[in-house]
T-cell receptor, first 113, second 115 residues
């Protein structure tokens, strides 16, 4: 079965700092990759997804992620975080041909003003 | 996302009680899912359904059952609730017609506490 590993459980940054959240998956075939965000007290929302083409994917709110197939990675980045980016971030994988998502355990990001 | 609704939003119950969580969607999607979220464990899939006649167990189905009453409705039941089922429960939907991956859309969640 596939698995998803998020390296950092908690990240604390100051506003304007750059962000990179790591995500690795274990599956040898073709995959679809997702980043979801959960703001405090809210449900999960899609930030961005990769399924084919350009491995650098741009999402909402200035986020982007890069798919590196050789490293089985899909790291999330933002050049300059804001206080409103405080949330929990989940990486998820959906191997092509499968119909369910496997989620990582999440990374809690706290941005201090 | 208002297109996916869950009731109740909060529920406190006692050990041994039967409880049902309901999910409705107006997105017209054929696939529906139930997850539980626990701190530090992320989301884990309980059950999923690809259409009204299709029900599948997920990673952690023990102690749970589901019913797909219609394309738009998918309910989760705890036949005899126990304290370690205290969690945040999310319903999600997706569309087989989605190009490039099974993007799922989540409801607002139900916070369940079993005493």
């Amino acid at each position: 079965a596939q698995s998803v590993s998020q390296h950092n459980h908690h990240v604390i940054l100051s506003e304007a700092a750059s962000l990179e959240l790591g995500c690795n998956y274990s599956y040898g075939g073709t995959v679809n990759l997702f980043w979801y965000v959960q703001y405090p007290g809210q449900h999960l929302q899609l930030l961005l997804k990769y399924f084919s083409g350009d491995p650098l994917v741009k999402g909402i709110k200035g986020f982007e992620a890069e798919f590196i197939k050789s490293k089985f990675s899909f790291n999330l980045r933002k050049p300059s975080v804001q206080w409103s980016d405080t949330a929990e971030y989940f990486c998820a994988v959906n191997p092509s041909g499968y119909s369910t998502l496997t989620f990582g355990k999440g990374t809690m990001l706290l941005v201090s003003p | 996302d208002a297109d996916v609704t869950q009731t109740p939003r909060n529920r406190i119950t006692k050990t041994g009680k039967r409880i049902m969580l309901e999910c409705s969607q107006t997105k017209g999607h054929d696939r529906m899912y139930w997850y539980r979220q626990d701190p530090g464990l992320g989301l884990r899939l309980i059950y999923y359904s690809f259409d009204v006649k299709d029900i599948n167990k997920g990673e952690i189905s023990d102690g749970y059952s589901v019913s797909r009453q219609a394309q738009a409705k998918f309910s989760l039941s705890l036949e005899s609730a126990i304290p370690n089922q205290t969690a945040l429960y999310f319903c999600a939907t997706s569309d087989t017609g989605t190009v490039g991956g099974d993007t799922q859309y989540f409801g607002p969640g139900t916070r369940l506490t079993v005493l």
